[in-house]
């Protein structure tokens, strides 16, 4: 009999435990706080920002593969992080992700699976965070925002809370080498009205980090035949 494949993409308040806590902090606020305050000279403002209950999701812009493990090593909780279903097909990688209280979504269609992920964080003492550009962008850009994050916080009735980094896309390995800034803004509300979510977002995060905005038109809109 075939052993069923094990899912990803759905977990348990109970799979937020003290031990991926645990395995998160020795690999996030230790191995990667070491890096990044001998060889990057990590700051960051607005601490004061950060809510008191896991209500709300984290939202920082996204530069590099650090940025991650770079949030859960300054964030006061553990972070669950959405991470892409592609990278749970590789074995290892699949393992590691897991362990630091990663899930996989479907970057095209957040389905059900990714709304009872979300809820049952609640129902821990984790908090979710989520870079709403989808992939990797560049310095000095914010592109490839989708209302994505937003309608999340609508139905799971969570707060946003923007986070601007830069200096992670810079790889560095000599000391003191690098410069980290990680400013936390404050909290946007969820709303019905998604777009405005998502322009609140984009306001914070340009203030926070100093970078240009640039709207580009969404798969949607391109087979509708362009923005209108």
């Known amino acids: 009999m075939t052993k069923p494949k094990k899912q990803y993409s759905t977990k348990k308040a109970s799979q937020f435990n003290r031990w991926r806590s645990i395995f998160q902090f020795l690999v996030c606020k230790i191995g990667y706080m070491i890096r990044l305050k001998l060889v990057y000279r990590i700051e960051v403002h607005g601490v004061e920002n950060i809510p008191k209950d896991n209500k709300y999701i984290i939202c920082p812009n ?3 593969t ?8 300054i964030w006061p909780k553990s972070v669950a992080f959405m991470a892409k279903k592609e990278l749970f097909d590789i074995k290892f990688l699949r393992w590691w992700l897991d362990w630091l209280g990663a899930f996989a979504v479907n970057r095209e269609s957040l389905g059900p699976s990714t709304v009872k992920t979300v809820q049952e964080i609640k129902e821990s003492k984790w908090v979710l965070g989520i870079f709403p550009q989808g992939t990797r962008g560049v310095p000095g850009e914010i592109k ?6 937003a309608g999340l916080a609508k139905l799971t009735k969570c707060d946003i809370l923007p986070v601007g980094i830069t200096g992670t896309q810079e790889v560095k390995r000599f000391p003191f080498t690098g410069k980290i800034i990680v400013n936390i803004g ?16 984009i306001e914070q995060i340009q203030r926070l980090t100093g970078f240009k905005y640039i709207d580009t038109p969404t798969a949607e809109q391109i087979v509708n035949g362009g923005v209108s």
């Open 62 to 64: 996204h530069l590099s």
């Open 144 to 149: 490839g925002v989708t209302n994505g994050f």
């Open 186 to 201: 404050e909290i946007i509300h969820y709303d019905k009205n998604t777009e405005l979510v998502k322009d609140k977002w």
């Open 66 to 73: 650090l940025d991650p493990p770079m949030i859960a090593a």
